[in-house]
C-alpha cells in the first residue's frame, strides 16, 4: 500500500496543498483499521456541518487514497432524454447512442449494479456471438446495460423504462441473457399507476427481462407480490435438477432450469385477501422452456407476461432469534466451495446471517415453506439456542447477550447484506493464484490432510442504520468454512475517529439519511472485500491473514470450538476508498451534466454510492445514486494481464 513519505519538504508541500479544504478533512492513523504500514490518509468522514464543511460541496468531497485511482466514468444518459417519449409504448427498451456519454442531463436514481461475462478470458466474442461482459444499473424508474469489456472505455448500450416502479436491486444469469428486476411499492403516491395499457407499470413484482438483444431488453415473465413488494432478489440456473414428469405437461423438457430467490421484507406476510401466508424468503420456479420465453421464437405479444410459480419459502423460527426485527432484507446465492452446496447468504436484521440449503428442490412444491428450503447455519452475536453451536457454550455466536447484539449503538443488529466468498481463502492467497506461489502452510489445497484446515471461506455481513448516534456499523467476518458451524474470525469499522458539538467522539457516526452506514459490497482476490458506505463512499479492505493472525486460546487453531476457543479476533486490514463526485476533467460537473443536487433519496448530497461490484481483472464498479457510475481500480488489485489505463486526461 502507498504511503506518505516522511520527508519534511513532503509533508509542508502535502500541508499546503490541502490546507484549502481543511474544513473537509482531517489526517488519522487508526491502529486498530489499518495495515502494519501505518499508512496515514485524508479522513472523508465529516459528521458535523459548519462553516467549515458541508455534505453538499461536491468538489471537496473530491477524494481518496494515492493507491486508488478513476479508470472511467458514465452518468448513464441514454440519448438526451431521461424517459422515452410520450408516443414510446413502454413494451421494450431502447438502444443508446454514444454522443450521450458524459453529457447532460444525468438521470440518477441509480441503486444497485450487477456485472456478468468472461472477465478472465477478457471479455472475448466469440464465433457464435456469445462472450463479452456486461453491467446492469438498476435505476429506479428503469435499468440501464453497459458494455464494459472495456473498463476504460465503458458503453452504455440500453436502457429499459418503467413507469411506477421502484427497481432497486438487478440480477443476471450466467449467460447474459435474462435480468431479474424488482419493483418495490414505495412510490406509487409520486407516480400513480397509469392506467393505460403499459405493459411495464406495476410496483410489487419480481420481473424477467430478457437481454439476449442488449440493444432491446424485453420483459417475458412476472410475479405479483402485494402489498410491499420484493426488496431484493437472486437467480440460479440449474441444470443438474430432473423434475418428475407431470401429467399435466407443465414442466418444460429443457435440460436447464430457473429459479428465482425474492426477499419479501415482510415475512409472514397475507397475501392479498387470500388469507395465505407466505415466508419472507420466497423461491420461485420458471416452469416454461427457454426457447419459449425467447421473443422471436413465439406467437405471443412481445412483453407479455409468463407464469412463475411459488415453490418454497423460509423465514427463522421466532425461537432461533434473540427477539429483534425479522426483516428479510437480501438474498444472496452461491455455491459453496467444499460442499458444493447451492446457498443461500440470507440478512435478517436482527435474527442476523442466515444460510440456506437451496440444493436440492422437491418434486411437488412446497409454497409455504414447510419444509424447504431447510436452514443450515446461522450467525448472530448472541446464543440462540439451549445447547450445541448456538448454545451458550457453543462456538457459533460472540458470547453477547440479547440487549448487546440488538443495540445497533454498539455497531450491532440490523443486519442488512451478506457477501459470501466465491472462493477459499489461504494466507492472502485463493485458488486462483498459480500453485507455485502458494507458501507452504497451504500445503495441495483444502483437501491436504495437514494444511487443509487453512483453507478458509468466509462471508461479511454488514448491518444499516438510517441514523446513530454512536456508531456506523461494523462489517463483521464470518468463517463459513462449515456452513453448518458459522463463527466470527474479525470485524471492521470505518477508520478514524468521529466528531461531536462536545468534540471529539471515539468512532464514526450517522447523524440521519443514512449518511455513512455501510450498504453494499463484493469480494475480490486473495481475501479483498469491497463496500458501499454511502457519503464515505467506496473502502477496500484485507482479510486474506485472518485465519493466520487469529490469537488461538491454546495455541493451535480450533475451528471446532469456534469463538469459544478465540482469544483476540484477527484484524481486518484497510486498504484505502475512493469517493465518487463527479468526473475529475469537469471543473463543474454538477452544473455541466445536469447533477439533481436536491435528489433526496440520496439524502441531497454527493457522492451517495449503493451498489458495487468487483471485474476479476481488478476493477471496481461503484453505482452512485445520483452522478453514475465509476469504474475505479486500487493498486494493490492491478493485473498486468488486463491493463486499462484511464483514457481521460485532467485539465
Known amino acids: 500500500m502507498s504511503r506518505f513519505s516522511n520527508s519534511p519538504m513532503f509533508l509542508m508541500a502535502f500541508l499546503m496543498l490541502i490546507m484549502p479544504l481543511s474544513g473537509c478533512m482531517s489526517m488519522i492513523s487508526d491502529d486498530s483499521s489499518t495495515d502494519d504500514s501505518d499508512m496515514e490518509w485524508i479522513d ?21 487514497t494515492t493507491n486508488a485511482k478513476l479508470i472511467d466514468y458514465h452518468n448513464l444518459n441514454c440519448d438526451g432524454q431521461e424517459k422515452p417519449p410520450a408516443e414510446l409504448d413502454n413494451v421494450a427498451g431502447r438502444p443508446c447512442l454514444d454522443e450521450f456519454k458524459n453529457v447532460g442531463p444525468t438521470p440518477g436514481d441509480n441503486s444497485e449494479i450487477t456485472i456478468e461475462g468472461n472477465f478472465m478470458e477478457d471479455c472475448e466474442i466469440y464465433a457464435d456471438g456469445t462472450g463479452g461482459c456486461y453491467a446492469y444499473v438498476s435505476s429506479y424508474n428503469q435499468f440501464e446495460i453497459l458494455d464494459i469489456s472495456n473498463p476504460n472505455n465503458i458503453r452504455m448500450l440500453s436502457t429499459y423504462y418503467a413507469e411506477v416502479a421502484r427497481m432497486i436491486d438487478i440480477k443476471v444469469t450466467k449467460d447474459n441473457n435474462w435480468v431479474l428486476v424488482n419493483h418495490e411499492l414505495t412510490n406509487s403516491e409520486l407516480d400513480p399507476i397509469p392506467n393505460d395499457d403499459d405493459a411495464n407499470s406495476g410496483a410489487n413484482r419480481l ?65 392479498g385477501s387470500s388469507g395465505t401466508f407466505y415466508k419472507g424468503t420466497q423461491v420461485f420456479y420458471v ?17 407479455m407476461s409468463r407464469e412463475i410459480i411459488r415453490w418454497g419459502g423460509y423465514t427463522p423460527e ?13 438474498n444472496v446465492y452461491f455455491v459453496h466451495p467444499i460442499t458444493q452446496q447451492r446457498l443461500l447468504a440470507v440478512s435478517y436484521w436482527g435474527a442476523g446471517l442466515r444460510l440456506v440449503d437451496v440444493s436440492t428442490p422437491p418434486q411437488v412444491a412446497d409454497p409455504l415453506g414447510i419444509n424447504w428450503p431447510p436452514e443450515v447455519g446461522r450467525w448472530m452475536g448472541c446464543p440462540s439456542a439451549d445447547e450445541g453451536w448456538y448454545g451458550p457454550d457453543g462456538g457459533g455466536h460472540a458470547n453477547m447477550d440479547a440487549d448487546e447484539w440488538l443495540d445497533a449503538n454498539q455497531g450491532n443488529d440490523n443486519i442488512h447484506y451478506a457477501v459470501p466468498n466465491d472462493y477459499l ?41 438510517g441514523s446513530n448516534d454512536n456508531h456506523t456499523g461494523y462489517v463483521w467476518t464470518i468463517d463459513t468454512t462449515d456452513p453448518a458451524k458459522p463463527l466470527l474470525v474479525s470485524k471492521w469499522k470505518l477508520p478514524g ?51 493466520d493472525e487469529i ?59 449503493w451498489g458495487l461490484q468487483y471485474d476479476p481483472r481488478g476493477f471496481v464498479f461503484i453505482s452512485d445514486m445520483v452522478t453514475g457510475v465509476y469504474v475505479v481500480q486500487f493498486d494493490e488489485d492491478y493485473d498486468s494481464r488486463f491493463d486499462y489505463p484511464p483514457l481521460w486526461v485532467s485539465e
Not at 420481473?207 to 402485494?226: F, L, Q, R
Request: net charge negative; glycine share 10%.
Open 287 to 303: 416452469p416454461r422452456g427457454w426457447e419459449s420465453w425467447m421473443p422471436t421464437n413465439n406467437e405471443e405479444q412481445d412483453n
Open 425 to 465: 481463502i489461504c494466507s492472502g492467497i485463493s485458488e486462483f493464484d498459480p500453485v507455485e506461489d502458494w507458501p507452504s502452510n497451504c500445503g495441495t489445497g483444502f483437501e491436504d490432510p495437514v494444511y487443509g484446515v487453512n483453507w478458509r471461506h468466509y462471508t461479511y455481513i454488514a448491518p444499516e442504520y
Open 551 to 609: 490469537i488461538w486460546e491454546n495455541g493451535v487453531a480450533e475451528p471446532d470450538r469456534g469463538f469459544q476457543a478465540i482469544s483476540q479476533l484477527a484484524e481486518t486490514k484497510t486498504i484505502g476508498y475512493y469517493l465518487p463526485a463527479g468526473p475529475p476533467w469537469i471543473d463543474d460537473p454538477a452544473a455541466e451534466m445536469g447533477y439533481d443536487m436536491a435528489d433526496c433519496w440520496a439524502s441531497c448530497m454527493i457522492p451517495f454510492d
Open 207 to 271: 420481473d424477467v427481462i430478457y437481454v439476449g438483444d442488449k440493444t432491446s431488453p424485453v420483459k417475458v415473465a412476472e410475479w405479483n407480490n402485494p402489498p410491499a413488494g420484493f426488496h431484493n432478489q437472486d437467480l440460479a440456473v440449474y441444470c443438474d435438477w430432473d423434475p418428475a414428469l407431470d401429467p399435466t405437461n407443465a414442466w418444460d423438457e429443457e435440460d436447464c432450469h430457473l429459479f428465482l430467490f425474492g426477499a419479501d421484507p415482510y415475512p409472514e406476510m397475507v397475501e
Open 318 to 330: 421466532p425461537y432461533t432469534t434473540c427477539g429483534g426485527s425479522i426483516f428479510n432484507h437480501d
Open 44 to 64: 472523508p468522514v465529516i459528521e458535523i456541518e459548519d462553516e467549515n464543511h458541508s455534505h453538499n460541496d461536491l468538489l471537496a468531497h473530491r477524494l481518496s
Open 497 to 547: 475517529e468521529g466528531m461531536k458539538g462536545n468534540g471529539s467522539h471515539p468512532q464514526h457516526w450517522i447523524p440521519g439519511g443514512y449518511i455513512y452506514s455501510p450498504h453494499n459490497g463484493d469480494t475480490g482476490p486473495s481475501g479483498h472485500v469491497y463496500y458501499t458506505h454511502y457519503h464515505a463512499g467506496a473502502w477496500a479492505t484485507d482479510h486474506g491473514h485472518i485465519w
